[in-house]
């Protein structure tokens, strides 16, 4: 059985606006895409919870960073 780390995973959580959401997705230069987790449950049935990626920079103290960009690293499980 794997261990995932969703307390890890929901403080990488960030909220935006949805006007600024909806001008990333008109404007969307690979900065901005939508993928799914899948994973078994204990019931022996998969879950699929779909998320958006942005691949902006974040600061603590200023938020976002949209005018820079980030290097994604994804682990593969």
């Known amino acids: 059985m ?7 995973a929901e403080r990488l ?3 935006i606006r ?16 939508k993928t799914s987790f ?9 879950l699929e919870i779909s998320y958006w990626m942005l691949t902006k920079k ?6 976002l960073i949209y005018d820079e960009q980030e290097v994604c690293q994804s ?3």
């Open 13 to 15: 959580k960030v909220q």
């Open 75 to 77: 682990e593969l499980i």
């Open 38 to 46: 899948v994973f078994e449950t204990n019931k022996s049935k998969l």
């Open 2 to 8: 794997s261990v995932y780390d969703f307390i890890g």
């Open 58 to 63: 974040y600061d603590s103290e200023i938020g």
């Open 18 to 33: 949805k006007n600024k959401f909806a001008r990333l997705i008109r404007d969307n230069e690979e900065k901005l895409y």
